[in-house]
């Protein structure tokens, strides 16, 4: 199972940066603590696109994706994966 969801999760942060989404993602974290500590992410955070703009997206493991639910529509914690 981990093996799936940790391919799923490469290709969408792939995909998010191919999309030019923010352009950084804070997997290394998420990772560390699912492999060593059995903690599965449920979400990864992307950030520093490259326009400079600061803002910041969700990355949702496989067949999730990052819904809208309240606040600035430029932070991560505004979406949840759905």
Not at 11 to 20: E, H, K, W
Request: with cysteine; charged share 20%; hydrophobic share 40%.
């Amino acid at each position: 199972m981990r093996a799936t969801f940790l391919s799923a999760l490469f290709c969408i942060v792939q995909s998010s940066v191919a999309l030019i989404t923010p352009a950084n993602s804070h997997v290394m974290v998420p990772l560390i603590e699912w492999v060593e500590r059995g903690v599965k992410p449920k979400s990864v955070l992307a950030s520093d696109p490259p326009d400079g703009s600061g803002r910041t997206t969700k990355l949702c493991p496989w067949p999730q994706t990052a819904e809208y639910k309240s606040g600035n529509k430029d932070d991560w914690e505004s979406f949840i994966c759905v």
